[in-house]
């Protein structure tokens, strides 16, 4: 059978879809353009804007396709279709299965029932744990992209239920996997080539903290992972500022393979906001953070995600967030518009933000946020750094090739290099020449490795 998976939102579906095809080529489906596929599969997101539309409308283009093979059908997994579930079946008849952020790890095999005829339509909802299905020896083989980068899963869902968001509805509750199944899948990986390893989950920082848990707390598997020996560099995300332990950020000082970098969601810079968001920190706490994590690793490079507009968010709370986001120095970050999800708390909270009012703080903020990211780039000028080889550059100038790379805190560095393939997956030395608005230029001191 031949399969073509869409993937909408975060690391994590990027991640799962990823996980999807390893599980459909083992059993010896083949992925295929967009003109071939005879199975289509749509991975969804709903944490903003109108993700409903963006899945119809994908549905849409996916039916044209019937008129080539009547036969087509097509899956849509994810946070759209755990809300929309059956749903989907009625308005669409030639979906014929819908299965939520959990019910992944059985998506393969009701395929499989499908193609063959035993079953006409599947809805997998419930919540249940991934990690038993999905750690099937077949299902478990690693494969190692010419990157040689890897993102390994730690848990699923949240416990959180800040109140503008819908991931605990759509992706359940908090449930950590086995942290021997977790070492086992890093080793493999290290073993088979990968050089860099991202941990993912919404709130890393409370793994272990559940029924799932097994005692190892994230400090703890942090160093475990660390250890192995060939891994270079070591990431995580997404991090929690009210679980961040004082060990995950003394493991900033203690660690050289843990990158120099931590994405800290800050959401708002006002304690009013922050309460209303049922963040559970104060803008105090969080600064302690930040001097902690600075005293910890000099050279930690931070980026955060905001939103603005949220309900009841006044011209002096939002200047509290601009005077936040200077405070710390963020590098980057994420910022949105406040969006009601449906049966969240927030839909509830008034005063609304109008429309025109968010969308010029976001245009404040976003213009705050270049600014600063341009001066802490120029700040790197003449700095020299290793820079880990993910592809060619999009632009190219004079007769050497410009190669696109990450710093260890995660920055883009574009290097001018003579070779023309073979450096990908490779560190190469380089000297900083000069900062983009958005990334940075390099000269190349040293051999790859
Ligand atoms: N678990 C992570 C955390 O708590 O930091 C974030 C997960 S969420 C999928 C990614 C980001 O989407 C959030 O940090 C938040 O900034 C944004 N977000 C979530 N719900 C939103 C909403 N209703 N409106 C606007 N932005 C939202
Ligand atoms: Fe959503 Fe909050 Fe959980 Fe992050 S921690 S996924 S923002 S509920």
């Known amino acids: 059978m031949k399969f073509h998976i869409t993937t909408f939102g975060c690391q994590m579906n990027v991640h799962d879809s990823e996980w999807l095809t390893r599980a459909l080529e083992s059993r010896g489906w083949e992925v295929a353009g967009e003109d071939e596929a005879q199975i289509y599969i749509v991975n969804t997101c709903s944490v903003r804007d109108k993700p409903e539309q963006k899945v119809y409308s994908e549905l849409g283009r996916i039916a044209a396709h019937l008129k080539r093979d009547e036969n087509i059908f097509a899956a849509?997994?994810?946070?759209?279709?755990?809300?929309?579930?059956?749903?989907?079946?009625?308005?669409?008849?030639?979906?014929?299965?819908?299965?939520?952020?959990?019910?992944?790890?059985?998506?393969?095999?009701?395929?499989?029932?499908?193609?063959?005829?035993?079953?006409?339509?599947?809805a997998l909802l419930d919540f249940v744990s991934i990690y038993e299905e999905r750690e099937q020896p077949e299902e478990r083989t690693v494969t190692v992209p010419e990157t040689r980068q890897a993102f390994v899963n730690i848990m699923q869902g949240c416990d959180n239920f800040c109140s503008y968001c819908i991931v605990p509805y759509t992706r359940g509750r908090q449930k950590?996997?086995?942290?021997?199944?977790?070492?086992?899948?890093?080793?493999?990986?290290?073993?088979?080539?990968?050089?860099?390893?991202?941990?993912?989950?919404?709130?890393?920082?409370?793994?272990?903290?559940?029924?799932?848990?097994?005692?190892?707390?994230?400090?703890?598997?942090?160093?475990?992972?660390?250890?192995?020996?060939?891994?270079?560099?070591?990431?995580?995300?997404?991090?929690?500022p009210k679980d961040i332990a004082p060990e995950v950020i003394a493991a900033f000082g203690e660690l050289e393979n843990l990158c120099p970098s931590l994405h800290l969601p800050m959401q708002a810079g006002s304690d009013s906001v922050l309460k209303a968001m049922k963040r559970r920190y104060t803008i105090e706490k969080y600064l302690g953070i930040v001097d902690a994590l600075k005293t910890a690793r000099p050279d930690i490079s931070l980026t955060t995600d905001l939103i603005v507009g949220f309900p009841g968010e006044t011209e002096e709370d939002f200047a509290q967030t601009l005077e936040m986001v200077e405070r710390v120095g963020f590098e980057s970050s994420f910022s949105f518009k406040y969006s009601d999800r449906p049966g969240v708390a927030a839909v509830n909270m008034e005063p609304k933000v109008e429309a025109k009012e968010a969308s010029e703080r976001l245009m404040r903020l976003q213009t705050l946020q270049n600014n600063i990211t341009r001066n802490s780039l120029k700040n790197l000028v003449g700095r020299e750094t290793d820079v880990f080889i993910e592809g060619m550059s999009r632009k190219q100038f004079g007769d050497n090739l410009w190669w696109?790379?990450?710093?260890?805190?995660?920055?883009?560095?574009?290097?001018?290099?003579?070779?023309?393939?073979?450096?990908?997956?490779?560190?190469?030395?380089?000297?900083i020449i000069e900062a983009k608005n958005h990334s940075l230029l390099g000269e190349r001191i040293g051999k790859p490795w």
């Open 176 to 240: 950590s996997r086995h942290h021997d199944a977790i070492l086992d899948e890093c080793r493999a990986l290290v073993e088979s080539g990968v050089r860099e390893i991202t941990l993912l989950g919404q709130n890393v920082n409370s793994f272990g903290m559940d029924k799932s848990g097994s005692g190892v707390s994230f400090a703890e598997l942090l160093h475990s992972v660390a250890a192995i020996e060939g891994l270079d560099r070591l990431r995580f995300t997404t991090s929690h």
């Open 76 to 122: 849509v997994g994810g946070c759209v279709a755990q809300q929309i579930g059956r749903g989907f079946f009625e308005r669409f008849p030639f979906v014929k299965l819908v299965f939520g952020s959990d019910g992944i790890a059985n998506a393969p095999n009701a395929l499989e029932r499908i193609v063959e005829g035993n079953e006409e339509r599947v």
């Open 404 to 431: 696109k790379g990450r710093d260890p805190a995660g920055r883009i560095v574009n290097v001018e290099m003579v070779e023309r393939d073979g450096l990908v997956g490779k560190m190469v030395r380089a000297r």
